[in-house]
């Protein structure tokens, strides 16, 4: 069974600052990947969308990678600003047409 | 303006009283399903339509009844509710599923969540 892990659960950083926010996942056998942001109380938008044979793929600011083979993929923030305090889930595509969800990592980006 | 609409978004309701969460997506997508999402378990799949009459159930089907009589609905059925569906559920759609779903175009769109509680 698939299981996605997004550590830690939550994250401070002052604003400009550059971060990364990590995802695994245990089954490398995956369609692809995506990154999502929720906003509190709303749904969740799609950020970043790798295909398996993908290494990486860039949206302004942000920069995800995917390292199938170790189950690994990573969200790039680039000068981080209060407006990108949310919470970022990654999800996997499976082979059985599921998507799973890690639980996801809730930003705060102090002014 | 694509988009997933659910309905109602906010609903209290009383154990055992029937009811339904309608899902409608105007992209005319094949796939949809939906999730629930609850404190330190994350989203949680309940079922899933790879197309018109096709539907197949997800991590926690127990309590939840779905029908995709139509490409763009896939309501979410709730034939006695108890307290603990109390939940926040989203539905969502994308073109395609399965193998035929990898290619970049196949971003997942999610409705606004319908938060329901069952007293």
């Known amino acids: 069974k698939q299981e996605v892990t997004q550590i830690p659960a939550a994250l401070s950083v002052p604003e400009g600052e550059n971060l990364v926010l990590n995802c695994s996942f245990t089954d490398s056998a995956i369609y692809n990947l995506q990154w999502f942001r929720q906003d509190p109380g709303k749904g969740l938008t799609s950020l970043l969308l790798i295909q398996s044979s993908q290494r990486e793929q860039t949206s302004g600011r942000l920069n995800a990678s995917l390292d199938k083979s170790s189950g690994r993929s990573t969200l790039y923030i680039a000068a981080s600003q209060p407006g990108d305090s949310a919470t970022y889930l990654c999800?996997?595509?499976?082979?059985?047409?599921?998507?799973?969800f890690g639980k996801g990592i809730t930003l705060s980006v102090r002014p | 303006e694509a988009q997933v609409t659910q309905n109602p978004r906010y609903l209290i309701t009383v154990t055992g009283k029937k009811l339904t969460v309608t899902c409608s997506q105007n992209?005319?997508?094949?796939?949809m399903s939906w999730y629930r999402q609850d404190p330190g378990l994350g989203l949680r799949q309940i079922y899933y339509?790879?197309?018109?009459?096709?539907?197949d159930k997800g991590d926690v089907p127990e309590g939840y009844k779905v029908s995709r009589k139509e490409k763009r609905n896939f309501p979410l059925i709730l034939e006695s509710p108890s307290p603990n569906q109390t939940s926040l559920y989203f539905c969502?759609?994308?073109?395609?599923?399965?193998?035929?779903?990898?290619?970049?175009?196949?971003?997942?769109?999610f409705g606004e969540g319908s938060w329901l509680t069952v007293v």
């Open positions: 992209m005319n997508h094949e796939y």
């Open positions: 999800a996997v595509y499976g082979a059985n047409s599921k998507l799973t």
């Open positions: 969502a759609s994308s073109p395609r599923a399965g193998a035929l779903g990898t290619g970049s175009g196949n971003t997942i769109y």
């Open positions: 339509s790879m197309n018109v009459e096709v539907t």
